[in-house]
């Protein structure tokens, strides 16, 4: 069964750097988004991404996020400056239309 | 805004207890209801969903949901419970905005006791 994959499962930052997480969506799947989840909390909508470009972003997406599809498989969610605060269990989750997602097992961030 | 509320944050069973953990969204419009699970060390997993239809809908591992629509609820049920149940289960409603996003509770953490 195919699945939604991320790489890499355990990152650790230093406050201000950059970080790339990465995840490879379901093949036939055209609607991606990134959720998170801090530690004891509730998992939050981050964006959603279809056809190339962000269809939604919340509050939570400020300018410090970006997210690319950079080649046919792969779909990236970028920190400009990581914050202590953006210390958190990060989900992708790709769709094949507006329906079911299927989420991967996630990249935990933590930054130092 | 829409909201899901999950009353149960702790939940402790006996191996063959019933289950039911409740969950209440706010939306007044037509949504789409899931319930997801999370097994220690593992990813979200889609357990079952309503989009329309019959309100009582059957998942996987013998679980099923009921959507009272009056209620504005969606109360996942399991008529015996495993050990293998511990996990956390989360409620999460998809409705409205540009997209499906969806907006999940804050989850309940089920432990099953041999």
């Known amino acids: 069964e195919p699945e939604v994959t991320q790489t890499p499962s355990h990152q650790v930052t230093q406050m201000g750097q950059e970080v790339i997480l990465r995840c490879v969506p379901i093949?036939?799947?055209?609607?991606f988004y990134w959720y998170r989840q801090i530690l004891g909390q509730k998992v939050e909508f981050l964006v959603s991404?279809?056809?190339?470009?962000?269809?939604?972003k919340s509050e939570i997406f400020d300018d410090q996020f970006s997210v690319e599809r950079p080649d046919g498989s792969n779909f990236t969610l970028k920190i400009r400056s990581t914050k202590l605060e953006d210390s958190a269990m990060y989900f992708c989750?790709?769709?094949?239309?507006?329906?079911?997602?299927?989420f991967g097992p996630g990249t935990r961030l933590l930054v130092l | 805004a829409q909201s899901v509320s999950q009353h149960n944050h702790h939940v402790i069973l006996s191996e063959a207890a019933s289950l039911e953990l409740g969950c209440n969204y706010s939306?007044?419009?037509?949504?789409?209801l899931f319930w997801y699970v999370q097994y220690p060390g593992q990813h979200l997993q889609l357990l079952l969903k309503?989009?329309?239809?019959?309100?009582l809908v059957k998942g996987i591992k013998g679980f099923e949901a009921e959507f009272i629509k009056s209620k504005f609820s969606f109360n996942l049920r399991k008529p015996s419970v495993q050990w293998s149940d511990t996990a956390e289960y989360f409620c999460?409603?998809?409705?409205?905005?540009?997209?499906?996003?969806?907006?999940f509770g804050t989850g309940t953490l089920l432990a099953v006791q041999p």
């Open positions: 991404f279809y056809n190339n470009e962000i269809s939604e």
């Open positions: 093949s036939n799947h055209l609607y």
């Open positions: 999460a409603v998809e409705g409205g905005g540009a997209t499906n996003k969806l907006i």
């Open positions: 939306y007044g419009g037509t949504v789409n």
């Open positions: 309503y989009f329309s239809g019959d309100p």
């Open positions: 989750a790709s769709s094949e239309g507006q329906r079911t997602q299927y």
